[in-house]
């Protein structure tokens, strides 16, 4: 009996920090953004090329995949045969993905659009099909 799983990544949000009532202007919000994607692809790298990273006070990405499977195997133990649709965030959703297949990576997680739709396809405990919904 099949049990799909239907992970859907959150749409693109704007963080707006209220760091003393001083917005910036479109250009610095635009500078921001581009050294925040900097600094977050290479940490995001840093974590996909050792699973054993973790910042302070965070978690290595074999603690978070661990979390994640740990989630997922319940579901699947409790929902033979059922359509089940999580809302999570893409780099949960890949390290879930990649304990079951190897090819979801960090280039798979760059690849992410926001928001993005997969569907993941179990027999039991296996995962027999990923098909990617939202186009």
């Not at 995001?44 to 050792?50: G, I, P, S, T, V």
């Not at 997922?72 to 999580?86: A, Y």
């Amino acid at each position: 009996m099949i049990t799909n799983i239907y992970f859907v990544r959150h749409a693109s949000s704007i963080y707006y920090p209220d760091e003393m009532n001083r917005p910036l202007s479109e250009k610095g919000f635009k500078d921001a953004k581009r050294v925040t994607e900097l600094y977050f692809n290479e940490i995001m790298l840093r974590y996909w090329n050792d699973f054993n990273f973790s910042l302070p006070n965070g978690e290595s990405g074999y603690v978070a995949q661990n979390r994640g499977v740990r989630a997922i195997k319940r579901i699947l133990s409790s929902c033979h045969g059922e359509n089940i649709v999580i809302g999570t965030h893409g780099n949960i959703m890949v390290l879930i993905m990649n304990y079951y297949d190897r090819k979801y990576n960090y280039d798979f997680w760059k690849s992410l659009s926001m928001p993005d739709i997969y569907e993941l396809s179990f027999e039991d405990e296996v995962l027999v099909d990923v098909k990617r919904i939202w186009s």
